[in-house]
């Protein structure tokens, strides 16, 4: 069945906006096929960050072939094959196969004929001069990096390494670092002699090889003779090396282990890495209102994320590893495009808000590996979280902000670049200090993927040290009201309200977390914990609610205004903290409250289809679902390239929120209870398999408006199962 969702192309791209994604996880191209008879790519990678913490492109690549098989009349076609993660082109008599190993760092290029061709591989650069960042569309690309700061944005030009027999070595080096500078202006100097610099001399680039292909240039391969066959392959790897030798003596080493290795073995392994991750999980909508459209938008979403989800930093919000030249319609001042290295929105920051939306999605399709980087990001910023805890609130515990780098800093616009004997002022600021609930959210998600995965290890050595520093802060942080009870004052409601008391996102999140905590099992915890967790549980305030129109219903706040941006905040109790929803008391309320919600919207990271599962509204999530897997970049080809919406294209919140929401109009789960179709249309079939708390697996087919088939494994979870009948609409 999955292969009724390839992607499949008849005639070439004009340019960039035509390509097609393709990974290992780590590895990323963006390829086309152009009239002018070249294979063009875009090589990326997660971890090729700037000096100045830039997500850049390694390069573009085109291969071209003798005689062009691009004639009038042609034959083509383009297939992105999901099954095996490959590209497959036709050209006439002309046959090209596409793959990057997924266990191994290197990209494959095969190329086959009924008769003898030519070919040519040259690598295009455009980093080839040291220069300077200066027009305001071009340094949003290094957003929070910019603005009055007294260390200018600069591209260092990328090397290539001359004499190079019959092979291609280029890579771009960092010879200066942003890292130093930005913990020092944020008073975090004792961590410099601790940790390491993640940026000086980090090395990315690659190294090109190809059978039958000889030098024709520094940065070109071409065919010795004419040959039917062809195979070129691009050894690529990003590390922090003393010298640049010392980079192409490691890259060196990983050819010589990969090519010990037949290609055949590690195209089989390759493909059965990709076969164990189709059969985790999947969902087959064959009969809705744009079937076809739903299901190839969730599977080509759900392959997006594992094409650059296994790096060593989270997934990025603003275009994974996925993003080509910048906006058509928002030319620099000079009138040009941006180059690829753009992306709105900046590079080594992540957004809370954002990156998170793209991890829920992870959890009932059992990606369980695609949520470490996540996990470890803030795990490893643990001790600066601890620090800032101390010394900007004089509390203990940790602290996260909504924006930090990957190495756990807050964004340098915060601060404006002050001295020291100013920050203080800093201490009231909205997005630095305030908004602080990305934190509750990030241990909830954590203890849902306890929960589904009973992975003691993961609690014990992360889970429960960051999220019990995480209860500490928000326990010993905010003062108490004449009743005892946390009053959450300065504060906000997300982004939305700028001044708040006793903000829902915090209460919710904080009652469900510490909830959850307490039920963990007893040998996880200590007492010390378990009272710690009890108190501040019985210390939370109500959880908030306004008369509307002579109805209760659930508020964004306590108390709230300046209304800022247009997040529901009130409905953060029905999701992320699932406090409200299907089976739950005063469903109601909560059902009224999102009729009600300030604002009816879906694209983008807008969670209305989500929210609208978890109360069994079937009618809102699977239009909004729909909406969103049918909306793509209008100047995207690629049908999951999303966006730009709020954000970039190809926009990872827009993809993940439909999917969290498909996932959700099919399955709840609370504690052991499974619900099955808890806001799903009854006219929709589907065969689906999804993954439940407790190492369970939910396999079912539901055609013309019955349950043909149901498998829970283990098999004993089914005394748990809980259907209801799909929504009439």
């Given amino acids: 069945m999955l292969e009724k969702y390839n992607v499949v192309w008849d005639t070439p791209s004009e340019n960039c906006y035509g390509s097609m994604p393709l990974g290992n996880g780590d590895i990323g191209l963006n390829l086309w096929v152009q009239q002018d008879g070249g294979l063009y790519f875009y090589i990326s990678k997660t971890d090729a960050w700037s000096e100045t913490a830039r997500l850049l492109k390694l390069g573009r690549v085109r291969v071209g072939i003798t005689p062009s098989p691009f004639k009038k009349g042609m034959h083509f076609k383009q297939t992105l094959n999901l099954k095996t993660a490959e590209i497959l082109i036709e050209v006439n008599q002309i046959k090209m196969r596409v793959w990057v190993d997924a266990n191994n760092p290197v990209i494959h290029v095969v190329m086959e004929g009924a008769e003898d061709f030519e070919v040519r591989m040259d690598v295009e650069l455009w980093r080839t001069s040291r220069r300077y960042i200066t027009d305001t ?53 004792e961590f410099i002699p601790k940790l390491k610099d993640p940026l000086i001399n980090r090395t990315f680039g690659a190294i090109v090889q190809g059978e039958g292909l000889v030098t024709a240039g520094e940065l070109s391969l071409a065919s010795k003779k004419a040959d039917k066959k062809f195979s070129i392959d691009f050894h690529v790897l990003t590390t922090q090396t003393d010298t640049p030798d010392e980079w192409i003596g490691k890259v060196e080493k990983g050819m010589a282990k990969i090519n010990a290795i037949p290609k055949k073995t590690r195209y089989d392994d390759h493909c059965q ?8 999980s999947w969902i087959y909508v064959t009969e809705s209102w744009d079937s076809f459209g739903v299901t190839q938008g969730y599977t ?79 795990y490893d910023a643990l001790p600066i979280g601890k620090h800032r805890a101390r010394n900007m609130y004089n509390t203990d515990g940790a602290v996260f902000g909504e924006v930090i780098s990957f190495w756990g800093t807050f964004t340098n616009n915060w601060y404006n670049f002050k001295s020291k004997d100013e920050r203080e002022k800093l201490k009231d600021r909205f997005g630095l200090t305030l908004y602080q609930q990305g934190a509750i959210e990030l241990s909830a998600m954590m203890l849902d993927y306890f929960e589904i995965t009973q992975d003691e290890k993961f609690a014990a050595e992360m889970m429960l040290p960051l999220v019990s520093e995480v209860m500490i802060f928000f326990d010993q942080h905010w003062g108490r009201d004449e009743n005892g009870k946390i009053r959450f004052d300065p504060s906000v409601g997300l982004e939305t309200w700028a001044k708040t008391v006793n903000p829902m996102p915090e209460v919710a999140g904080l009652k469900w977390v510490l909830t959850k905590l307490l ?37 964004p706040a306590q108390e709230f205004a300046n209304y800022a941006n247009s997040e529901n905040v009130e409905l953060y109790a029905i999701f992320p903290y699932r406090l409200f929803g299907v089976d739950k008391p005063d469903l109601e309320m909560a059902t009224l409250t999102f009729a009600h919600r300030f604002r009816q919207v879906t694209g983008g990271w807008q969670q209305d289809a989500i929210q609208a599962a978890y109360l069994g509204n079937a009618t809102s999530a699977s ?36 999917s969290t929401a498909l996932q959700r109009m099919l399955m709840h789960t609370e504690g052991k209870k499974i619900i099955l179709f808890p806001a799903w249309p009854h006219f929709w079939s589907v065969h689906f398999k999804l993954h439940a708390p407790y190492n369970t697996t939910v396999e079912g087919i539901y055609e013309n408006r019955e349950l043909k088939e149901l498998k829970v494994s283990p098999e004993d979870r089914a005394k748990d199962v809980v259907i209801i009948e799909p929504r009439h609409m």
């Fill in 137 to 189: 569309i071009e340094l949003e690309s290094a957003y929070h990096l910019s603005g009055p700061n007294p260390n200018p944005i600069v591209i260092e030009p990328d090397t290539v390494v001359p004499d190079q027999k019959d092979r291609v070595v280029w890579y771009h080096r960092n010879p200066s670092s942003i890292w130093k500078d930005n913990l020092e202006l944020q008073d975090l100097e």
């Fill in 273 to 280: 890495w990709w076969e164990a991750f189709w059969n985790r």
């Fill in 300 to 378: 080509l979403q759900r392959f997006i994320n594992a094409c650059g989800g296994r790096g060593e930093q989270p997934i990025k919000f603003n275009g994974s590893i996925f993003t080509v030249d910048g906006w058509p319609s928002r030319p620099m001042t000079d009138g040009s495009i941006p180059d690829a290295d753009y992306r709105c929105w900046g590079g080594a920051f992540y957004w809370f808000q954002n990156t998170r939306l793209i991890y829920w999605s992870l959890l009932a399709s059992g990606d369980f590996d695609l949520m470490q980087p996540f996990f470890k990001m803030f």
């Fill in 519 to 555: 039920e963990l099992p007893i040998e996880l915890t200590t007492e010390a914990q378990r009272t710690g967790w009890s108190k501040t549980l019985n210390d939370l305030p109500e959880i908030p609610t306004r008369e509307l129109l002579g109805m209760k219903m659930l508020s």
């Fill in 623 to 658: 239009q909004d679902v729909e909406r969103n897997f049918l909306t793509k970049d209008p100047h995207s080809r690629f049908p999951a390239f999303w966006g730009p919406n709020f954000d970039y294209v190809p926009d990872q919140d827009h993809g993940t929120v439909a």
